[in-house]
């Protein structure tokens, strides 16, 4: 069996709730049968038992699913990036449980299609017992102006969770899913920033004023104060060119902040 790691542990214990609170159908035990397999191949030994109604040999593979699920977790394990997200960001035990649940449901096909099919109000009842929390404390931190949110850890387009009863689509950005799924062994700001190495034209290409440029590079050179600009315009209209020209002219390295854009082709 393979050394089960920090998401495996969390999966089976989500699992094992859900057991304790789900119907017990064909589609059900095929999600538990197919992530207990893919946990440890040789769980069910040489042939999974396959579903029937039958009472009596549906309680014997049920409890057989419970016994594999607890062998999983009978020691605690640690995620460096999920208490490096709670020191950082400040975040208490429910958004760090929510980061945890969602990190799952963005990369576990299986799961993600049996609990995004379930009812609005279901949804929100299981992730609330996964968090222990109250459902409205769980809607409330869903929210796009929840602290998760607000952090930049959360999203509200692309692959994300959708519960329109109450207006909700929250997920996790590509960058924290990417950190979450290397366990902390390298530094958060690696998974936000990008250093550039893109070919820079030279600052006399762009048919912009003079006294722009002579403007920009004196505030970009100042000692008095952390520099800034805000450059705006509709995309394409080069300003992340421009960008890179002042940097390289000013013998600054250029980093980009990574976020996710839908077709993810640009910093």
Same mark, same amino acid.
């Given at each position: 069996?393979?050394?089960?790691?920090?998401?495996?542990?969390?999966?089976?214990?989500?699992?094992?709730?859900?057991?304790?609170?789900?119907?017990?159908?064909?589609?059900?035990?095929?999600?538990?049968?197919?992530?207990?397999?893919?946990?440890?191949?040789?769980?069910?030994?040489?042939?999974?038992?396959?579903?029937?109604?039958?009472?009596?040999?549906?309680?014997?593979?049920?409890?057989?699913?419970?016994?594999?699920?607890?062998?999983?977790?009978?020691?605690?394990?640690?995620?460096?990036?999920?208490?490096?997200?709670?020191?950082?960001?400040?975040?208490? *035990?429910? #958004?760090?449980?929510? =980061?945890? @649940?969602?990190?799952?449901?963005?990369?576990?096909?299986? &799961?993600? %299609?049996?609990?995004?099919?379930?009812?609005?109000?279901?949804?929100?009842?299981?992730?609330?017992?996964?968090?222990?929390?109250?459902?409205?404390?769980?809607?409330?931190?869903?929210?796009?102006?929840?602290?998760?949110?607000?952090?930049?850890?959360?999203?509200?387009?692309?692959?994300?969770?959708?519960?329109?009863?109450?207006?909700?689509?929250?997920?996790?950005?590509?960058?924290?899913?990417?950190?979450?799924?290397? *366990?902390? #062994?390298?530094?958060? =700001?690696? @998974?936000?920033?990008?250093?550039?190495?893109?070919?820079? &034209?030279? %600052?006399?290409?762009?048919?912009?004023?003079?006294?722009?440029?002579?403007?920009?590079?004196?505030?970009?050179?100042?000692?008095?104060?952390?520099?800034?600009?805000?450059?705006?315009?509709?995309?394409?209209?080069?300003?992340?060119?421009?960008?890179?020209?002042?940097?390289?002219?000013?013998?600054?390295?250029?980093?980009?902040?990574?976020?996710?854009?839908?077709?993810?082709?640009?910093?």
């Amino acid at each position: 069996m393979k050394t089960i790691d920090y998401y495996d542990h969390i999966l089976s214990r989500m699992l094992l709730d859900w057991i304790d609170n789900t119907p017990w159908t064909e589609a059900f035990y095929a999600l538990l049968s197919y992530n207990i397999i893919a946990i440890a191949p040789d769980s069910f030994g040489v042939d999974k038992p396959a579903f029937t109604k039958d009472a009596e040999t549906s309680n014997a593979t049920k409890e057989s699913c419970i016994a594999i699920l607890k062998s999983f977790i009978t020691t605690e394990l640690e995620n460096k990036a999920i208490a490096e997200l709670k020191l950082h960001f400040n975040l208490d *035990g429910v #958004d760090a449980k929510i =980061i945890d @649940f969602f990190y799952l449901y963005q990369t576990n096909n299986s &799961l993600g %299609l049996f609990y995004g099919s379930s009812p609005d109000w279901e949804m929100v009842a299981r992730l609330g017992r996964f968090v222990g929390a109250s459902d409205t404390d769980v809607l409330n931190r869903l929210q796009h102006r929840g602290k998760l949110a607000l952090c930049g850890i959360a999203i509200s387009e692309g692959h994300v969770l959708r519960i329109p009863r109450w207006g909700i689509a929250f997920g996790l950005s590509g960058q924290v899913i990417a950190y979450l799924g290397n *366990g902390g #062994d390298q530094p958060l =700001i690696s @998974f936000l920033l990008e250093l550039d190495d893109h070919p820079v &034209l030279r %600052l006399d290409s762009f048919d912009i004023p003079e006294i722009t440029k002579r403007s920009a590079l004196a505030s970009l050179s100042t000692t008095k104060a952390k520099p800034y600009l805000l450059l705006y315009g509709k995309p394409g209209t080069g300003k992340m060119e421009f960008s890179r020209a002042l940097c390289a002219e000013l013998g600054y390295k250029a980093y980009f902040i990574k976020h996710d854009r839908g077709n993810g082709d640009r910093p």
